[in-house]
């Protein structure tokens, strides 16, 4: 067992069970054991590969998205290009890459922001951008709220969001008789294992989109909802756009899909406090209606394999192909099929688009687009 889970036993023993979404948070961003601020968890030798890490093709498809979107907004200078977990840098180089070609004008405009609460993760990330864009203006901060209240007022801004609002803790409720409980972590009879327990009553549940029998469990993820409100916003009043590219269905989410994974497997989510990835799908519903209700336009979700096809990743591939031997081709292939495949990353990987109000729909969200 881990020091965080000593520490977190204290805690309990100290307070009472602790709320999940207290427990994802300890777990995943403790500044001293947490699993995101203490290590790089990716590829093969990680818990998890992302799109980003699987092809390079998907980090040029968001550039070229990015300049696109700058392109249609008049091409305003400067902008802010902000990625939301970032991870190894290896997305925004690949999207810069693509977007010095795509738009050699838009990288002296930029300025580059980050959003990382990872130490050994900001370190890559920064040598990373001082070997793309050593001229490009990068700062880095540790959460979204950080990031938004230091950009100025009026500067438009490309937001870019992968694999960031699945890591985000989820508040989970129980179903108790009539009434709801806070879904908490405490100890066993042991004093040791932890373990699910009911929590506090809770009255201001969000309604559920259906019927929940006792015992069931809803979830939500306030911090989502907070990110999407600001931003939505943000990108109302000052233009140009948000993209989100996260885990999770085109409906409500039902009941509870907390998981943990480790070593690209399936994990117990209390076993191992801090080494172990804590995710839940993204209520892509909720995010939508918290951004249009604070004023901007919305577009999708749009099913990952599909919004990838329609920017021309099948194009991009074509040419990476043929610029590589018979078994790099071969791999590149593959890679393709595991971001966009159905029964891959394709169906179970959503992409949703916030844009002003009354703007088109972007490149990715048009059926009839092609690239």
Sequence with gaps: MSRLADRLRARIRDQGPLPVADYIAACLTDPDDGYYTTRDPFGHGGDFTTAPEISQAFGELIGLWAADVWRSAGRPSPVALVELGPGRGTLMADALRAIAQ??????????LHFVEASAPLTALQRQRMADMAPDVDARWWPSFEHALDALPADLPALVIANEF???????????????????????????RTFVFVDGDLVTDVPPPPEPVPEG??????PAALALADRL??????????????????????ASDTLQAVRRHRFADLLSDPGEVDLAHEVDFAALR????????????????????GRLGIDARAATLMKEADPAAAFAIEGQVRRLVHPGRMGVLFQALAITPPGSPPPPGFQPAQRR
């Design 289 to 308: 209606c918290h951004a249009r209700n604070a004023g901007a336009a919305v577009h999708g979700p749009v099913a990952q394999g599909l919004f990838l």
């Design 232 to 253: 939505a916003a943000r990108i109302a009043r000052t233009g140009l756009a948000a993209l989100i590219v996260d885990f999770g269905p085109r409906h409500p989410p």
């Design 165 to 191: 609002i699945d890591a985000l803790p989820v508040c989970q409720f129980v179903r108790r008789g009539d009434g709801w409980r806070m879904r908490s972590v405490g100890l066993a009879e042991d004093g």
């Design 102 to 111: 795509a738009a050699p004008d838009l990288p002296a405009a930029l300025q």
């Design 216 to 221: 069931g469990i809803v979830e939500t993820c």
